[in-house]
Antibody, heavy 120, light 107 residues
């Protein structure tokens, strides 16, 4: 079965750190650009970061630059998001998503998400 | 950054109604516009990519159109399972921004 499964979310104090993981299965992970997208409670979707197939190209949302680090391990079919200096406004469900391309780029595979709560 | 503006932010409709949701980009994005459906507590699901191409398995009542800055998602005959929130997304440039969402509720 083709799927993405996120883990690593939880409750953390402001200023703390968390590392999210996304395990891919059922497809050739190393062929895909990957992303994290987040959704604050009762809010819309917000793109967070992209990484290309070999990890040499990474881009971030301005508000997370310098605090979040995106990486991947193609041998383990896994994507990671190291989140440091967390703020209350980082509270959200974080989704792992895979890009595909056909005339335009689009997310055609999403995980179920993992909840990150930043609160004292 | 490209801003995506969806309208309306919510609507009430009945089963069988024709529903239209619009999405406007703050600059020309050619045909790099996608639509997602999100049911409560679930992950988003791709409906339409590249403005008008339907994802495999998506019912034919969903269609997309537009180009440049103005885009439309149409549900030709609303079904009970279509009550959800719909998001547009531009993939013309990073950050790949989403619209604010349109919540489709039962009248």
């Amino acid at each position: 079965e083709v799927q993405l499964v996120e883990s690593g979310g939880g409750l953390v104090q402001p200023g703390g750190s968390l590392r999210l993981s996304c395990a891919a299965s059922g497809f050739t992970f190393s062929n895909y650009w990957m992303s994290w997208v987040r959704q604050a409670p009762a809010k819309g979707l917000e793109w967070v970061a992209n990484i290309n197939q070999d990890g040499s190209g990474i881009s971030y949302l301005d508000s997370v630059k310098g605090r979040f680090t995106l990486s991947r391990d193609n041998a383990k079919n896994s994507l990671y998001l190291q989140m440091n200096s967390l703020r209350a406004e980082d509270t959200a469900v974080y989704y792992c998503a895979a890009w595909s391309y056909s005339s335009a780029w689009y997310f055609d595979l999403w995980g179920r998400g993992t909840l990150v709560t930043v609160s004292s | 950054d490209i801003q995506m503006t969806q309208s309306p932010s919510s609507l009430s409709a009945s089963v069988g109604d024709r529903v239209t949701i619009t999405c406007r980009a703050s600059q020309d994005i050619s045909s790099s516009l996608n639509w997602y459906q999100q049911r409560p507590g679930k992950a988003p699901k791709l409906l339409i990519y590249a403005t008008s191409s339907s994802q495999s398995g998506v019912p034919s009542r969903f269609s997309g159109s537009g180009s440049g800055t103005d885009f439309t998602l149409t549900i030709s005959s609303l079904q009970p399972e279509d009550f959800a929130t719909y998001y547009c997304q531009q993939s013309s440039s990073t950050p790949e921004t989403f619209g604010g969402g349109t919540k489709v509720e039962i009248k």
